[in-house]
């Protein structure tokens, strides 16, 4: 598993925000766009795409994106 990798993927969740913008140590609060219904797309997507049981009190617990990725990466 790879951060840009991942990082990818998520950009396509964030379709109103610079691919530019979407970087390891963004808050993924305040990338444009972001919505309730993101974080049921990225709970769902770390579920789904990389089999991992991430909930929303981890996304609470994250601020960047890479806290969400390290969380990940521990699991897997």
């Keep these: 598993m790879d951060l ?3 990082i990818d993927r998520l950009i396509e969740i964030f379709e109103d925000a610079d691919p530019g913008t979407v970087k390891p140590e963004v808050k993924f609060r305040e990338i444009e766009g972001y919505s309730s219904l ?3 797309l990225i709970i769902g997507i770390v579920n789904d795409e990389y089999s991992v049981n991430f909930t929303g ?3 609470r617990k994250s601020n ?3 806290d969400i990725f390290s969380i990940v990466k ?3």
């Design 64 to 66: 960047t994106i890479e």
């Design 4 to 6: 840009q990798n991942f």
């Design 74 to 76: 521990s699991r897997r």
């Design 57 to 59: 009190e981890d996304l």
């Design 38 to 40: 993101t974080a049921f």
